[in-house]
């Protein structure tokens, strides 16, 4: 077996036969092995996540009272939220091109790192005329998430076997949710309205920002010391088969070619962007569209808010046991866009009965399919993807997403003041019934997968990076054997 090197992974000669298993082990494949360190490196990851996506909504959960501490418009605070979305997508790019050239390792320092800065940046914005320097410190933030949200997927098949790597995907996942669910709870506690006592409301700001400092300098503390680039022994036979290519080789701008040749990887993206868009969307007017109809729930508007969260959270984690145990990635992924968008169309159809907690209800419902969508499409993503990036793949699917969440948001808020939630809501049904559509239509070719099992005929496709001209694919002919026997 004859192994040549470009895009930055091992690009597989086609054979003029099938080759055994034995033949594997001859041709001196790396042996395959998991390493304990695996948890480590996945719980790191979630909890500077973690802090990160509760550094995003710490603002505009209380955004009275930031407004009237600094003195500026609730569209100064909505800012505060939104610059995370606007610093995404031209970023992508670079912090992709980063993970895929310079690795894993220094890529989570970037993360962690800028995370800790902006916190402690944000820890000298404690004065009334000071909300330039609360915006500096979370404009570094919205950065770091750039380094962080395109991770789950890379962390999952670098480390993890495969038999856990939806299950490893779905849990670094869960770690951005959870930060999102604390948000929810921790800033109304720590920072009560007090705005009749200034100098207790910057005490009590004071003591969330320090906090949330002291936290994220021992993550990045721990990301430093724990924090590895890969394994000593890949976790499976197609990250065995991605080791041979060094770094420099690798050419990112044909990746990104490569990627938006693949017309099923094409048509997810464009599915994740509405699905993921349209949950950015409804979790943004939620309090808009509760208040509309029961006026003066702002805490139960905050209470679904979190619902939404935590049933998503379960979802994610059922879904990604799910995958590791069926490898349904395109049945799965389609029953839970349908069950999506059912429980959407609940939501818009119950929302004015006037029983909150039949709102309560379906929206824990939405939050749990919707939710539980995203480690779908991250790991879908990389098995019909690969042997390209997972970290390009997922940054492009999270790119998608604050795409079309920015878009959805504008338009369905732009409805509801102008003719009510129900027509906000029917807006994103219909969207969602599009992408159902596009979903049924995307090919399921489990590349990833059927490097594992050894099955026949898989086609992993990749030009060499130093190639002057476009060369015919290359195939690898693995023989049908179990994934026992490798």
């Known amino acids: 077996m004859c192994w040549s090197k470009g895009e930055g992974r091992a690009t597989r000669s086609a054979p003029s036969q099938p080759i055994s298993v034995a033949s594997f082990k001859s041709a001196g494949l790396p042996r395959t092995a998991l390493s304990p360190r695996r948890f480590v490196v996945l719980l790191i990851f ?14 505009s959960i209380i955004s009275n009272v930031f407004g009237g501490f600094y003195g500026v418009t609730l569209l100064h605070i909505d800012w505060l939220s939104m610059v995370y979305m606007v610093a995404y997508v031209p970023l992508i790019f670079p912090a992709t091109w980063l993970l895929d050239t310079r690795g894993l390792r220094l890529t989570a320092l970037l993360g962690s790192g800028l995370n800790c800065l902006g916190a402690w940046i944000k820890c000298g914005s404690v004065q009334q005329h000071l909300f330039w320097v609360t915006m500096l410190g979370q404009c570094l933030c919205s950065v770091a998430q750039v380094f962080i949200l395109g991770l789950p997927s890379r962390i999952a098949s670098v480390w993890f076997g495969p038999k856990e790597v939806s299950t490893a995907c779905a849990t670094a996942v869960l770690g951005n949710q959870l930060g999102t669910a604390v948000g929810f709870l921790l800033p109304p506690v720590l920072v009560p309205n007090t705005q009749n006592d200034t100098n207790l409301l910057a005490y009590n ?46 050419s990112y701008k044909k990746s990104i070619r490569n990627l938006f040749k693949n017309i099923p990887f094409v048509l997810l993206l464009i599915t994740y962007g509405i699905m993921t868009g349209a949950f950015y969307s409804v979790s943004t007017l939620l309090n808009q569209m509760i208040l509309t109809y029961y006026e003066g729930e702002e805490v139960n508007a905050g209470r679904i808010g979190l619902t939404l969260v935590v049933a998503g959270m379960v979802g994610s984690i059922l879904c990604g046991l799910w995958l590791d145990y069926t490898k349904t990635y395109k049945q799965t992924t389609l ?32 939050g749990f399919f919707m939710t539980g969508y995203l480690p779908l499409g991250f790991e879908f993503a990389v098995e019909i993807t690969y042997p390209e990036s997972e970290g390009t793949s997922s940054g492009l699917l999270n790119a998608s997403a604050q ?3 920015i878009l959805f948001t504008l338009a369905q808020g732009k409805l509801t003041s102008d003719y009510g939630p129900k027509a906000g809501n029917i807006f994103l049904c219909v969207w969602m019934f599009i992408g159902i559509i596009l979903t049924a239509l995307i090919k399921s ?40 026997a490798i």
């Open 46 to 59: 979630s909890l500077y996540s973690l802090v990160n996506a509760f550094q995003w909504i710490q603002y």
């Open 205 to 250: 700001i004071s003591t969330m920002f320090y906090g949330t400092s002291a936290v994220a300098t021992l993550l990045f503390i721990l990301t430093a010391i724990a924090f590895k680039e890969k394994p000593r022994y890949p976790p499976s036979q197609a990250q065995a088969a991605l080791q041979d290519s060094p770094p420099e080789e690798y």
């Open 335 to 366: 029953i839970v866009y349908i069950l999506s968008f059912i429980g959407m169309v609940i939501f818009t159809f119950t929302l004015d009965l006037g029983y909150i907690i039949i709102v309560f209800v379906t929206g824990g419902v939405l």
């Open 403 to 405: 795409i079309f969440g």
């Open 445 to 484: 070719d489990l590349r990833r997968h059927n490097i594992n099992i050894g099955i026949t005929n898989v086609d992993v496709k990749a030009v060499p990076a130093d190639s002057p001209t476009d060369q015919e694919s290359k195939t690898v002919m693995l023989s049908k054997q179990s994934e026992s």
